[in-house]
């Protein structure tokens, strides 16, 4: 399978990252060596394999479905980039 | 006062609780040294302060009989541990002037013991390299050098600081992380000890996350007593992180006891590359012939899927690191890019991105998001899972069959030239992985131990992979290999 640069440009539009238009092409040329390294995989027989999920054989341990922390929105805020008034402030999104 | 930098901590231990020293002035000897080695780049933050008011509560501590072997020992911290107040920022511009709230499981309990934080260390960015040059600090250099040659060589990575730090002297012991050879890779490339855990053994919580599957915490000593030593330390469960193992932690470094005899050493017939350099070929077989004198019995083994671990891992590392780097996002934490009249939300998160993470951050993430994306799913990402299935399945086999631990190299050479590798495209670097990743694919311990020397003076390591669960079996054979390979080489000090 071979990316071309509109490839490219929805995969760092999906990935919410800016590549400037004339910098698609090496980045398709790149992500095409490293696709075509893992291509490789199609060679394995994998029929009646089950995807792992857990590399130890444990189950994931439950708890009550309550609140067990919080209460610190001054350290939560204290490494925004911008916080006002108690919250995380962003550019405008609705009109 | 340098002598006192160059102590195991199984020394410091002794010669603390003997009164022979005292943790503040091994505390200041290592600070002293770190001062005059900037050019090795490995302490990217220093905490001298900190530094200064722990060891003065470790010596109260050993004064009143503090029986923690790791209470007084000067420690440094790799750059993607989270330290409560201090710089955190995984050597990304895009945690440029994080501070974290919190400190992460592994280094409370560290503190807790009585250990002393130098400071932080160099890595690649978001752990995501094999030579430590894709760090925002600029690059950590391997305080070892070809013979007379003043070529400046990689100390590897992801964990490079760390190694650096280590073999350099400038800190007593490292903690590392190791998701596809981070900590094994480059102890091996600067002569030290490396251990990587098996998964769950020690808690990822506040350790900033690469590939959440695969990552693990270890330690990166002077010794394999050292190892097992600090490995006390860090390990045990921990309620915060869902997937560390809830079983008691043993006392690993009683496990050493110089006895192997009758323990079966796998060596896999996959691990024999084609062009493999001779001197790997000869440490391999050197140390083969060590184990089997120090009364081990040698088998041939097969691990089949050995040929695509690393395709394997390439698939589900980035898989993971897309997701788990989606939080940067320059809202809730690390820098955000300045934006342009009218610019909106899209376009913060697009610009913060693009400036906040270098290239290979940046390839990663995309490959991530390409083998998630819909169409893609099943025949990247699921196959990849499939596979891994396989890799691990191969190891249980030869587990099953009676083997306690598998010798391997840790590495396909010595330690290459920072910028060798520029012009290479991503998948030649993506091979120094080559016998490390397996491991972290199927959850177990690994550990790297130098060996010998190359025929330029560089070290050399190999690594020794063990059952699940079983560090202190491994610590153990370990143990006998360092002693039998006689491993005392140091770098001759430029910086």
């Known amino acids: 399978m071979s990316i071309d640069t509109d490839t490219a440009r929805r995969v760092a539009k999906l990935a919410r990252i800016k590549v400037e238009d004339d910098a698609l092409p090496a980045l398709a040329g790149e992500f095409n060596a490293i696709l075509g390294f893992i291509e490789q995989l199609n060679e394995v027989d994998v029929d009646g394999i089950e995807p792992m999920t857990s590399v130890t054989p444990q189950r994931l341990k439950r708890r009550e479905d309550v609140v067990t922390d919080g209460g610190y929105q001054e350290k939560v805020l204290a490494n925004a980039p911008d916080a006002r008034e108690g919250f995380f402030a962003v550019p405008k999104v609705v009109e | ?495």
């Open chain 2, 1 to 495: 006062m340098t002598e006192l930098t160059r102590f195991t901590i199984a020394e410091a231990r002794d010669k603390l609780r003997a009164g022979d020293v005292t943790s503040t002035e091994l505390t200041q000897a290592c600070l002293d040294e770190i001062d005059k080695a900037d050019a090795l780049g490995a302490f990217v933050h220093k905490t001298p302060e900190i530094a200064l008011k722990q060891a003065e509560a470790a010596d109260a501590r050993i004064q009143g009989g503090a029986e923690n072997p790791m209470c007084g020992i000067p420690l440094g911290i790799k750059d993607l541990f989270c330290t409560q107040g201090v710089p955190s920022q995984a050597a990304s511009n895009i945690l440029d002037g994080f501070k974290p709230e919190y400190e992460s499981t592994v280094t409370t309990q560290l503190w807790q013991a009585g250990s002393v934080m130098l400071g932080k260390l160099n890595m690649d960015e978001f752990a995501m390299g094999s030579s430590n040059e894709t760090s925002t600090y600029g690059n950590a250099v391997n305080p070892w050098r070809r013979g007379n040659d003043e070529a400046a060589l990689t100390p590897g990575g992801s964990s490079g600081g760390s190694a650096s730090a280590v073999a350099a002297d400038l800190c007593l012991a490292a903690t590392g992380t190791d998701t596809g050879g981070s900590i094994r890779q480059p102890a091996a490339f600067v002569g030290i000890t490396g251990l990587k855990p098996t998964y769950g053994r020690v808690s990822r919580w506040g350790i900033i996350a690469f590939a959440s599957s695969l990552d693990q915490a270890g330690p990166m000593t002077k010794s394999v007593r050292d190892a097992a030593i600090m490995l006390g330390a860090m390990a045990g469960h921990d309620p915060k992180d869902s997937t560390s193992a809830d079983i008691p932690v043993p006392d690993f470094e009683a496990a050493i006891t110089g006895d192997i005899r009758g323990k079966k050493i796998g060596i896999p017939k996959e691990y024999r590359m084609d062009g493999m350099p001779e001197e790997i070929e000869k440490l391999w077989a050197d140390g083969t012939a060590m184990l089997r004198d120090a009364g081990a019995e040698i088998v041939d083994i097969s691990l089949p899927h050995t040929k695509y671990a690393l395709p394997t891992y390439y698939v589900i590392a980035p898989a993971e690191a897309s997701s788990n780097l989606a939080r940067y996002d320059g809202v809730r934490f690390g820098r955000r890019a300045s934006l342009a009249q009218g610019d909106g939300i899209t376009e913060m998160y697009e610009k913060t991105r693009a400036e906040g993470f270098g290239a290979e951050v940046q390839r990663r993430v995309m490959i991530g998001t390409y083998v998630l994306s819909a169409g893609f799913y099943d025949a990247y990402y699921n196959r990849a899972r499939k596979v891994r299935a396989l890799i691990k399945r191969d190891f249980d086999l030869a587990f099953e069959a009676g083997i306690d631990a598998i010798l391997t190299p840790a590495t396909p050479s010595a330690a290459f030239g920072l910028g060798e590798m520029a012009d290479a495209d991503p998948v030649q670097m993506y091979l120094n992985d080559v016998f490390t990743v397996t491991v972290n694919l199927a959850g177990l311990p690994g550990i790297s131990v130098p060996t010998g020397l190359d025929a330029q003076g560089l070290p050399l390591g190999l690594q020794l992979i063990g059952r699940p669960w079983e560090e202190g079996d491994l610590l153990n054979i370990a143990a006998s290999l360092e002693g039998a390979a006689g491993f005392v080489a140091k770098p001759a000090s430029w910086w």
